[in-house]
C-alpha cells in the first residue's frame, strides 16, 4: 500500500514525491526551482506576508505563498506564470513605494536581497513612486546597531529573531495597514530598551534597515595617525566566517592570510584572541573550582551552578531578564575585554609606549562586543580597556577598502609576545567550545592525567553539536596533585575524587530562558555546577557581526572549520599554552584570581531587570 | 434599541428553540447531515458549504473543539446581523448550541464587534435566561450535552471578521490573517479544531433544524439554496434590512425597498454596491443580475446610488476605507490599497493617463489574487468595477490647475 505520508506533486513539469506537511517552497529547491523570498528565511517561523513567493496551485482561486503552503494532497503548481510573474513584480514595485535610501549609498549594496530581487524581476523604473525624502529619523542611539526603518519592507524577520530564537522582544510590530511600523517599545531609541545587541536582527535583515554601528572610518582615522600604535586582537569565528565575505565557501578558514591582509591594510600588531581565550579558561576554571571548594568543603554560600560570562549578549540578557542570578555568573571579563586590559598594561609596559597612544581594536563576529567595550567598568587599565570592536563584515569592508585580495593573501603568523594559542581557545567560537575547553583544564589539572586517557583525541563530544540545550556529566574517576598555579588556592584534590561534575550548554537565549527556567524551578540544570551559555545560534560563529547571509547549513559549514582548526593545533589545552605560563611568571604574578588579576581581568554586572528608567 | 425596518422575516415565524430540541434528540452525525441536506452555505459573504465545515471540525481530532459566532459584522452597509443580535439573541444562541452539538465542543464564543457594545447587556441576559432554563450549560435539556457561551468584544478593527484575525484577536494577539491551510475546522482558536459560522448563518442553522432540510432546500436556486437577509441602504426610499429567497433580480430587491424603477417611472438608480466595500459595483443597466452564489453573492450589504453621485468619489470613500483598515501584514494589500487611492486623487485632479490608469488595473488585478486575505483579495474590486463601469466618468476630469 501506498505510504499516505508521501505525496506526489508537480512543479513546473517536474515531478517529486514529498512528505505531507513539506512547503510547496522547500519541495521546489529539492527540485532546484528557485522561488524568490524575502519574509522566509530558515531559521524561523513561516510568516507568508511579503508574498514574493506566489506561485499558481491548479484549483486554487488565488495565488498561494510558497513558503507557507503545507502539501496535504497531489497537486500542480507553476512557480512561473504571466501571473505569477506580474503579481512577483507588482510587489517589487509596491515594496519600491516605501523603501527610501539610495542603493550605492547604503551598508549592504551588493548583498542585499531586495536590490538581487529588483535586478531579478527587471525593476526598472519605480512604477508607482519611490519616496523622494526620509520618513523616519535614523535610531542610533545604541553602541551596536543602527536601525534606519527608511528601508524596512516590513517582513518581520527581525521581530521572529528576537521573539522566537532569542526570546527578547525588543522588536515589535505597531500600527495598522500604511501606517505599519516595526518598533521598540513605546517607540524608544533602542538603547533604551531591552535590547540585548546580539545582531541576530541584523544577520537576517534583507536590506540595509537594520546593520551594525560601522565604526572603520575611526579606524581608518586611527591607522593614518601616525602618533597611534593600531593593533589589533582576532577571534576565532571571524576567521571561519571571512571567507564569505571574500565569495569563498562557508567553513573556508582564512586565519593566516586574514594575519597578512591585516597588515597590509595598515595595522601594527595582529594577536590572537584565542590568548585571552586560554587565559579566560584559567581564570574561570580557577574560579570555578574556588567555588566548588568553598561550597563543598568549607561550607560556605556560594552561588552555583557557575555560569559563564565571554557573550555580552547573554550577559545583557540575563542583567534585563535574571538580574537575581547575577551572582552566578563568572566574574571574569570577556576574552575580549581581557586582552583589552592586557594591551594597555602589561602590552604597553613591555613595549614602551604610553597606553594613551595605543588604539585597542578587537575583530569580532559580534555586534554586542561594541556595547560591551563601552561599559564604563571596563576601565581597568585606566583607559578605556579597549577602543573599538569590529564586526566580521566592518573589516572585510575595509582590507577590501584597501584593494587587497585576502583569499589570496600569503600566509603569516600572530605577533608576539601572545604568539599563536592553542585549540582550547579556537573552540570559544562553537557553542559547548568554552565549556569544551574548561573541562580538558579540570580534567588534566585534577587528575593529573591527560584528557586523552578519557576522551579519545581530547574531543569532548557530550558538549557538542548545535542542539539547543545540552547536559552532561563528567566523571572524575582519580585524582592527582594540585598544580603550583592553584597551590595557594586550593590544598589537595582529595575533595573531588569520584566527583561527578555536571554541566549545561544553551546557545541562543531562548534556549538560555529554557535553562533559566529549568534552574527556577529546581529542575536538573539547578544541579549543574558549570553551564555555557552564549546568546547567539551555534556559539560565536553565529554571531551578529558575521558575513550575511546565515542558516543552519552556514552555522554547521563554520563549525567544522573551528574543530578543524582545533585539530590542526599541536597545543590544544588553554593551561599548555606558553605564554600563559608567560603572563602569570612576569606579569600577574600572584597567579589565577589573584590580586592583580583582580583588578584587570575580572568585572561586575549590572541588574538592569525588564523595566526602563 | 435601534428600529430598522424589514420585510416578513422567516425567523420571526420560527418556534423557540425547536431547532435545538430536534437536534439534541438525535446523532451529532444526524445533524450534520440535515445542514448538509440542506445545502446551506456561509452567509458571511464567502459562502463554504456550512455542513462541511461542521463535518470537518467534528472529524477533526482535537481534545478540545470551539463554536465561534462571527459577529464581528464591519462590512460598510451591513447591519443585518445588528438586527438578529437585537431581535433574534435566542436563535443566534440555539444555532451556536446546534453546532457546539454537531461538532462535539462545549465551548461557544460569540465575538461582537466593538460598535456592537449597547447590544451587550441585552446579549448577556438572553444567555442568563437560557441557562436557566437549562438551554445552557450542563446537560442541556437532560440530554447529556454541555455547553455554555461567553461573549468577548471586538475593539474596532474591521480585519477580526475575518475569521483567522479574528481568532488572533480572541487569543490577546494583534488582530492579523494566519496563513491557511491550516483552516480553524483543524487548526483554530488556542490551535484548537473550531468553527467560525457567520451571525446569519447560524440562524439559518437553527431554522433548519427546525423545519427541515428540504423546506429549505426548496427555496433559492440549484446553486444557492434558501434564503438570505439583505441590509439595503443609500439613494433609497426604504432603507433596512430585507428577507429574499436566493436567486431574486436586483431590481426587484430595488422594488421591494421603494425604488420604482419597475413601475415606468424614470429610475434615478445609477448604480448598486453589492456587497459592501469589498463587493462590485453594478451599474444600473444590469439590475436584471440575480443574488445567488452563481450571480452576484454577497454577504448582505446592498448600497444603492442615486443619479447624482459621483463614482469616482464612491471608488475614493471605498478605498480610504481599506487604506485605514488594511492590517498592514501583506505587502500587496498595505502597499496596493494606498497606490490605488493615490490613484484615485490623480483622477480627482484630471491628471491620471490612461497608460498608468491600466497599471493600476492591472495591480488591482495582483492584489485580488497575491494577497493574503479576503480583505486584501477583494480590496480592489469596487475600483476595478467603477473603472469598469464608468470609465467615461472617471476620467473625464478638468485638470485641476494649481
Redesign the interface.
Known sequence: MADKNIIKLTIDAQEIEVKSGTTILESAKMLNIHIPTLCAHDDLCVAGNCRMCVVEVEGERVLQAACAYPITRPMTVKSTSPKVRRARRHILDLLMTKHYGECYACNRNGNCELQDLAAEYGVDEFRFGHPEEPIFEMDTSSSAIVRDMNKCILCRRCVRTCMEMQGVGALNVIGRSEWTEIATFMESPLNDVVCINCGQCVNRCPTGALTEKDQTDEIWAAIDDPKKHVVIQTAPSPRAGMGEYFDLEPGTPVTFEMNTAIKMAGFDKVFDTNFSADLTIIEEGTELITRLYKALVAGEEVALPQFTSCSPGWVKYIEHFYPEYLANVSSCKSPQQMFGALIKTFYAEQKDIDAKDIVSISLMPCTAKKFESQRPEMCASGYQDLDYALTTRELGKMIKEAGIDLPNCPKSDFDDPFGTATGSGVIFGVTGGVMESALRAVIELVTGKKVEDFYEHADIIPVRGFEGVKYAEIHIPEVGPVPDLLKNLIPNWDWLKGATLKVGVAHGTANAKKVMEDIKAGGKFSECHFIEFMACPGGCLGGGGQPIPTSPEIREARKKAIYSEDSAYETRKSHENPAIAMIYSDFLTDGPCGHKSHKLLHTHYTERGKCLV | MIETKTNDLTFSTLDKDAGLKAAIGTKPADVIGTISDSALKGRGGAGFPAGFKWKLAAEAESDEKFVICNADEGEPGTFKDRLLLSDFADLVFEGMTIGGFAIGAKSGILYLRAEYTYLLAHLEDVLAKRREENLLGENILGKGFDFDIRIQMGAG?YICGEESALIESLEGQ?GEPR?R??FPVEDGFKHKATIVNNVETLCWAAAVMSKGAKWFKSAGTEQSAGFKLLSISGDIANPGVYEIEFGTKISDILHMAGCECEKGTPCKVKAIQIGGASGICVPAKDIGRKIAFEDIATGGSIIVFGQDRDMLHVAKNFLEFF??????????C??????LL?GVELLEEGKCSMKYLN?LV??G??M?????CGLG?TSARAFLSIVKHFKDEIMGREPISV
Open positions: 478593527a494583534r496563513n491551510p491550516p487604506v485605514e483598515e488594511s492590517c498592514g501584514q501583506c505587502t500587496p498595505r502597499e496596493g490599497n494606498v497606490v493615490d497599471e492591472s495591480l488585478e495582483t485580488k489574487v497575491a494577497s493574503k483579495q
